[in-house]
């Protein structure tokens, strides 16, 4: 009992602690943003409830992801709302011993929408241009990209773990111009969390938004058709692509759109592994 109220004392006082360094300003926000502090003692800690106990994350080979420096982590993206990204982050902090910052390069989309736009800035997300990429590669920060975009986040269930197309594969030439590892990551269970069953069309050009979607839930039950299913989740993280050799060929397309496919076909390669070891997505 008294380990207990000890326990519950440092939270307590941890807590007052970081209240009043919010109170009087006392705390550090980066170049783009970033509130590290903030991240850690709000954010992390609403997400790892989702992450350990509603999608019961696994995460495998984070040896893969450097200790230190910069590196492009390169994933798949689905699930209709992007969950995918902050289970990613929390992986990263959670699992890898340097505990490191993933920092997400997001559409601009994003930083338009009131409130996501500050909590998404706040997190340590940044606008995907190629400035604030060399920046943070720069710093040695680790950045998180999902090529397939809202490709990858609106398609279809009946689509569900088959890659989109990676655009203009732009995340390549920033690695080679960078001389920056990408490191392949594969993530299986965001598709179940919100089944795209459907798209209504007029409403998503109505709000200005890629798509509206229509799941089993939403926008049947309302609100409460936004609580993500509780499917099983699983990470992965392929060994890293050493760019180096091609980092004078940048601006040639050849060589960008071969280093692109093969990082497509080694994640498609890993989403499919992972979907062996994970039969039912709803099985503990």
Excluded at 140 to 145: A, E, K, W
Excluded at 262 to 284: A, Y
């Amino acid at each position: 009992m008294d380990d207990l109220l000890d326990e519950w004392d440092a939270k307590v006082a941890t807590g007052l602690a970081f209240l009043r360094r919010r109170l009087i300003g006392q705390y550090e926000v980066d170049d783009f943003g970033f509130d590290a502090e903030l991240t850690e003692h709000v954010f992390h800690p609403v997400l790892r409830q989702l992450y350990k106990h509603w999608f019961r994350t696994e995460v495998f080979d984070t040896k893969h992801v450097p200790d230190e420096g910069a590196a492009l982590i390169v994933a798949n993206h689905s699930g209709t709302i992007a969950l995918d990204a902050l289970m990613l982050c929390l992986a990263v902090h959670d699992e890898h011993p340097a505990h490191r910052y993933l920092r997400l390069l997001a559409a601009d989309l994003v930083f338009r929408l009131p409130l996501v736009s500050e909590v998404a800035r706040k997190s340590g997300a940044t606008l995907a241009c190629n400035p604030d990429v060399d920046r943070l590669l720069h710093e040695g920060q680790l950045v998180g990209v999902f090529p397939e975009g809202f490709k990858g986040v609106g398609k279809h269930y009946s689509e569900r773990y088959k890659l989109q197309r990676f655009g203009r594969a732009g995340f390549v030439s920033v690695a080679l111009r960078n001389r920056t590892p990408i490191v392949p990551t594969a993530i299986v269970g965001a598709e179940e969390t919100y089944p795209l069953l459907g798209n209504i069309k007029p409403l998503a050009r109505l709000l200005g938004t890629p798509y509206f979607p229509v799941t089993p839930t939403f926008p049947w039950l309302g609100p409460a058709g936004l609580v993500p299913l509780p499917s099983k989740w699983m990470i992965r993280f392929g060994e890293p692509i050493d760019t180096t050799p091609w980092s004078d060929q940048a601006d040639d397309p050849a060589v960008v759109f071969n280093l692109a496919d093969q990082v497509r076909e080694t994640i498609q390669g890993m989403l499919h592994d992972l979907l062996k070891l994970r039969p039912d997505p709803f099985q503990e």
